[in-house]
């Protein structure tokens, strides 16, 4: 293989290996509070809230205005489900960044 394969092969791993955003942490726990906005963004905390992360403010968690609608919906129907039901959910986040609107973004939730 040539040095300039090589080299774009060596590019294309590096940038592959950073673009890569996804979560690598869950958390369960019973819904405490849900809050939705007309910008499409809805904070969320739990009973058992994080009490700290590396980037993010970690008071709530967050699902982005820029979310898709369909899935937004989605997160949002299985928290006011758990909550109004007082049942456990697992949050799937990132623990070292990755925030939304400088809250930690949520990646999937899961009712139990």
Not at 30 to 37: E, I
Not at 79 to 95: M, P, V, W, Y
């Amino acid at each position: 293989m040539s040095i300039l394969k090589r080299l774009y092969v060596l590019c294309l791993l590096v940038i592959s290996a950073n673009s890569q955003a996804g979560y690598d942490a869950n958390i369960q726990g019973k819904v405490k509070q849900v809050m939705t906005y007309s910008s499409g963004s809805v904070l969320f905390s739990l009973e058992n809230q994080p009490q700290s992360h590396p980037q993010c403010q970690s008071s709530f968690f967050a699902i982005p205005a820029s979310t898709k609608e369909s899935i937004a919906n989605r997160f949002l129907s299985r928290l006011l489900a758990a909550f109004s039901t007082k049942e456990t959910i697992n949050i799937g986040f990132d623990s070292k960044g990755d925030c939304a609107e400088s809250w930690i973004r949520v990646h999937r939730i899961e009712c139990k």
